[in-house]
């Protein structure tokens, strides 16, 4: 059974701040998904990374993945307060859409 | 561009009562599924469909029955609501490809058991 961990699961940091999210899993896989949920939305598509070494960036965010630790980061470059949400990393294990959703991490950023 | 459409948006339910969420998308996606969201515990995955007439059970489809008739339509039934099914729900779809595309998610439903 596929589990996806994400760390931290709460983190509150100041504007201007760097921090990084962690998303391991622990079965192979490459394809991963990261996913931004505001309070009481919907989820909506970030990134999709589909092979080892894959690395994307939108504005302040930048996601990388590794799949040989089973490992995906999503870094936060001098964070904004609209960047306060719940993240998401989800894993395709079986191709088609099976796809396991780690159990998120809330931002809080502080201006 | 509607997206993927949820309905009802809300929901309360007495136990052992029975319905059915319903999710359009007009997309033409191939891809749809059902999750289920609870506090502390990320979005499971309660069904899947690959296309018209092919559906699969996901983590935690017990309770829960669907179909797909159609490549817009992938209603979701809860055949005898209990108080543990009380959760919000999305639909989502994406395009083919093995997996190779992000899902679009619905505004979610939230359901009241009591």
């Known amino acids: ?13 100041q504007e201007g701040k760097n921090y990084t999210i962690y998303c391991n899993y622990s079965t192979t896989s490459d394809r991963l998904y990261w996913y931004r949920q505001d309070p009481g939305k919907s989820l909506e598509s970030l990134f999709v990374l589909l092979s080892n ?16 630790a089973r490992l995906s980061t999503l870094h936060i470059t001098a964070a904004v307060h609209d960047l306060s949400a719940t993240y998401f990393c989800a894993v ?8 396991t959703f780690g159990t998120g991490t809330k931002l809080q950023v502080i201006p | 561009n509607a997206g993927v459409t949820q309905t009802p948006k809300f ?22 599924s059902w999750y289920r969201q609870d506090p502390g515990m990320g979005l499971r995955l309660i069904h899947y469909s690959v296309g018209a007439g092919i559906t699969d059970q996901g983590e ?3 309770g829960y029955n669907v179909s797909r008739s159609t490549t817009e339509d992938f209603p979701l039934r809860l055949l005898s609501a209990a108080p543990s099914q009380t959760s919000v729900y999305f639909c989502a779809s ?14 979610g439903t939230r359901l009241s058991i009591l």
């Open chain 1, 1 to 13: 059974e596929l589990k996806v961990e994400q760390n931290p699961l709460f983190l509150s940091m």
């Open chain 1, 53 to 68: 070494g894959a690395v994307k960036q939108e504005g302040r965010l930048m996601a990388s993945l590794d799949t040989k």
């Open chain 1, 92 to 99: 395709n294990s079986g191709g088609y859409q099976k796809v």
């Open chain 2, 11 to 32: 929901q309360v339910l007495k136990t052992g009562q029975s319905m059915t969420l319903q999710c359009a998308q007009d997309m033409n996606h191939e891809y749809m």
């Open chain 2, 60 to 62: 935690v489809p017990n």
């Open chain 2, 94 to 107: 994406s395009r083919g490809g093995g997996g190779n595309q992000p899902q679009h998610f619905g505004d």
